[in-house]
């Protein structure tokens, strides 16, 4: 093959891959498509952490919903402080506003996400095909996805990273590397940094034999990371004993499903996928290979026996996603590379076809995957917490009502995205399932508003309510939006 060959082979396969990135921006777009606020609950709970820690200057910073405890700094069992000071310094140097961040950003993490898969599987030649997958990793309310600006998303970028570090490398950089990747997990989201570990165990006893130093400066760039972090050791031991409580399952979370939602072809791609890597063999090979059982092997004890750790293992689903998809890029890149035998292709009178027929078959399984995928994808529902009136309302009051008006209340359901947005504290909030307090919340704005010594005894000074407030001590300062008279 000619320079020129090669170089218009490479120019082709970036041509792909720049449209994989872009499937990949579009399905993280699609719950943003006519919504330009952040979608799930918990992305509001980080903006709101965000902003407080920004505001702080410094990662320990009051709880930004109600105030009455701090939140600790990285060295404490603030498990997402890492994340927040990301996304806090994400807002700072670029300027680019929340909403921006929060409407944008998941698509560009999941193509960068997309791209660490194409650098892992390229040197196995099938990157297109691991990229391509990786984009069908969905999104739902249940178990989060990349379509959200949530920890998990961003830890999924670096599991293929680490992957490609282990699997290429044997250098005391690379190894320094993987010790900064897992770091940096820890402090962002402790089940993303679990999950590569456990992929990457079989790889480490797989070298045990043949190459004991490169096990061993994995194992330490795995492991060392905890070491620094002393409310890790006082986690261990209570975790260990959550391993062996059976755990109630939530019923809209299970396997089938899930698998159902990523697709059954390719699921049926993936297990090819597997088949193909290990007749190829060689140890990275193995190491996807049985990094993708372990993970489904855990997975299927969870969701069978109950045993284990909720958040791990619901999160989990997403790192065994990455994982098949990775796969089943072999599978697919397998089927691309097929050729019609030459006595049968000498008999066609079609030489593109005879030349081209893996990639012509690859080809249709694309378009047929995109066809079964992306209406699924597209029809998913999200909830949303507030709509554009609610919006422009919250922005009024944190740049009209002064700081000697501290807390609000307001719909609980709505008062998350109240606080991200104005930095004002509240009564009360719903996060997963009502509460007693909510349940005042509703009695409260469902009797107009009248109740003046409730607002008195919880220190409430804001009022949002879509329903006319009747109360006399309520100042009405614009639509839907009081103030408590000072008392006199």
């Excluded at 490479?10 to 498509?33: N, T």
């Excluded at 998303?153 to 900064?180: D, E, H, M, Q």
């Excluded at 066609?348 to 066809?371: D, S």
Aim: with cysteine.
């Amino acid at each position: 093959m000619n320079v020129d060959t090669v170089n218009k082979t490479h120019r082709s396969e970036y041509l792909i891959l720049v449209l994989i990135l872009m499937l990949a921006f579009y399905i993280a777009f699609i719950p943003h498509l006519k919504y330009a606020y952040p979608v799930h609950i918990d992305e509001w709970v980080h903006l709101a952490h965000s902003e407080a820690l920004a505001e702080a200057g410094g990662t320990s910073y009051a709880d930004p919903f109600y105030g009455l405890s701090t939140v600790g700094g990285l060295l404490s069992p603030h498990l997402e402080a890492g994340f927040h000071l990301f996304l806090g310094t994400l807002h700072e140097i670029t300027g680019l506003s929340w909403m921006t961040i929060f409407r944008y950003f998941p698509g560009v993490m999941f193509a960068m996400i997309a791209l660490a898969a194409y650098i892992l599987g390229r040197r196995g030649g099938f990157g297109l095909g691991a990229a391509f997958f990786v984009c069908l990793i969905p999104t739902t309310v249940g178990i989060m996805g990349p379509a959200f600006l949530v920890p998990v998303s961003l830890g999924l970028l670096f599991t293929p990273l680490i992957l490609f570090l282990a699997f290429n490398f044997r250098t005391v950089w690379s190894y320094l590397l993987i010790f900064v990747f897992i770091s940096f997990l820890l402090l962002m989201h402790a089940p993303s940094a679990i999950c590569p570990i456990i992929v990457l165990i079989p790889y480490i006893l797989l070298h045990i034999k043949g190459d004991f130093k490169h096990s061993v400066g994995v194992a330490l760039g795995l492991l060392l990371p905890f070491t620094p972090f002393p409310w890790i050791f006082r986690l261990v031991l209570p975790t260990v004993k959550e391993l062996f409580k059976a755990q109630e399952l939530v019923t809209y979370v299970d396997l089938p499903r899930i698998l159902y939602t990523y697709g059954y072809l390719p699921v049926a791609i993936c297990l090819f996928g597997v088949f193909i890597l290990a007749v190829r063999g060689g140890k990275r090979n193995y190491g996807l290979v049985l990094g993708l059982l372990v993970l489904v092997v855990m997975l299927l004890a969870y969701f069978t026996f109950g045993y284990g750790i909720p958040i791990l293992y619901y999160r989990g689903l997403m790192f065994m996603m990455l994982m098949m998809s990775i796969t089943a890029g072999a599978g697919l890149m397998w089927v691309g590379d097929l050729r019609l035998p030459d006595r049968i292709g000498t008999g066609l009178r079609v030489p593109f076809i005879t030349q081209n027929i893996g990639k012509l078959l690859c080809l249709v399984l694309v378009v047929v995957i995109l066809v079964l995928c992306i209406p699924v994808r597209q029809s998913t529902p999200y909830y949303h917490l507030i709509d554009r009136q609610n919006y422009e309302a919250f922005v009024w009051i944190r740049n009209n009502v002064g700081d000697e008006y501290e807390k609000a209340i307001l719909d609980p359901w709505k008062a998350t995205a109240f606080v991200a947005i104005t930095g004002k504290k509240v009564f009360t909030r719903i996060h997963s399932y009502p509460k007693a307090a909510d349940e005042k919340a509703y009695a409260f704005l469902n009797s107009g508003c009248s109740d003046t010594t409730f607002l008195r005894e919880n220190s409430i000074s804001i009022v949002y309510s879509l329903s006319p407030c009747s109360n006399p001590d309520l100042v009405m300062v614009r639509d839907n939006v009081y103030v408590l008279r000072k008392a006199e």
